[in-house]
């Protein structure tokens, strides 16, 4: 089943009429659509892949690791000046003059690939001067793309996205990411996390976790989650989705409104109506039930 975005007609000189990618861009979408079509191939025949672990409930397998190669081989193979940061191999620095670099995650949503759940993406974004100028996450089984470029808003097959319009939690969906046995020093203490979750129960409509980052932040843009948290992320996780939320009007913070989500991997997107009320949310974590 193929889920439409929300969407809107776009009006105005601030902003392009029909979704028109730049090169790079359009070079990151081939990549992701190549390594796509061979994720889905080994999807289908998980039972053939090696799988490693890098720590408790930590895997990599053999998918992610041709999946980086094939995007590494496009994406350098047009632009061979620029660095290159993924989740499973050493940073690749850029050369020359050029302050540009590719941040990819081969394949997010890693343990449901492994299970045989169809809920697992692509994240690539593009880096210049420190600053996240065009992203893309695929959404490989359902063969859904989200894009965006600084500026220029954030687009699923030609339709603008926008956040949604919830001005408050009865109604609206939110996403998270629940800590699990990874042992990462970054996540957050489960018991924290628990008394951020009822302070969330107690108002949402509804809680998600889907587990994939990318795809709960692309959500957060084309309007489906009013609002997404996590902890313990990676920059890889996070850098695409975050110009998404933002070129579709939405707001990122650190979940206590801090500022250093790539540092920090702790995240809370929202269709930034929403955000005041999860900081006190979220924030409120010592009182009692």
């Known amino acids: 089943m193929h889920l439409e975005p929300r969407s809107e007609t776009v009006v105005g000189s601030d902003c392009p009429p029909m979704f028109d990618p730049s090169v790079h861009l359009s070079t990151m979408m081939d990549a992701a659509h190549a390594a796509g079509q061979d994720l889905m191939h080994r999807f289908r025949r998980r039972g053939d892949l090696t799988v490693s672990t890098k720590g408790p409930a ?18 350098l193979g047009r632009f061979p000046d620029h660095g290159f940061l993924s989740e499973e191999s050493e940073e690749t620095a850029a050369g020359g003059s050029s302050r540009a670099r590719f941040i990819v995650d081969p394949l997010d949503g890693t343990t449901n690939f492994l299970n045989g759940v169809p809920h697992f993406a692509i ?3 593009l880096e210049r001067g420190g600053q996240t100028v065009s992203a893309v996450v695929f959404d490989v089984p359902k063969n ?31 996403g998270t990411g629940i800590p699990h046995a990874s042992g990462s020093s970054r996540r957050v203490d489960p018991d924290t996390y628990l008394a951020m979750l009822r302070g969330v129960m ?30 313990g992320l990676s920059v890889w996780d996070v850098a695409a989705g975050i110009l998404l939320v933002r070129e579709a009007g939405g707001r990122v913070s650190e979940p206590d409104g801090g500022v250093d989500m790539h540092g920090s991997g702790n995240v809370l997107a929202t269709n930034a109506r929403l955000h005041a009320r999860m900081i006190e949310i979220l924030s409120a974590r010592g009182v009692s039930p």
């Open 144 to 174: 859904e793309m989200f894009v965006a470029e600084e500026g220029r808003g954030a687009w699923s097959d030609q339709h603008r996205l926008r956040v949604s319009g919830d001005t408050d939690l009865s109604g609206a969906l939110v």
């Open 123 to 125: 994240s690539i974004a």
């Open 202 to 231: 107690r108002e949402a409509a509804g809680v998600r976790r889907f587990a994939a980052a990318a795809l709960d932040l692309a959500y957060v843009a084309s309007g489906r989650f009013a609002a997404f948290f996590e902890f």
């Open 58 to 75: 930590d895997f990599v397998t053999s998918a992610d690791l041709e999946s980086e190669q094939r995007i590494r081989s496009i994406l």
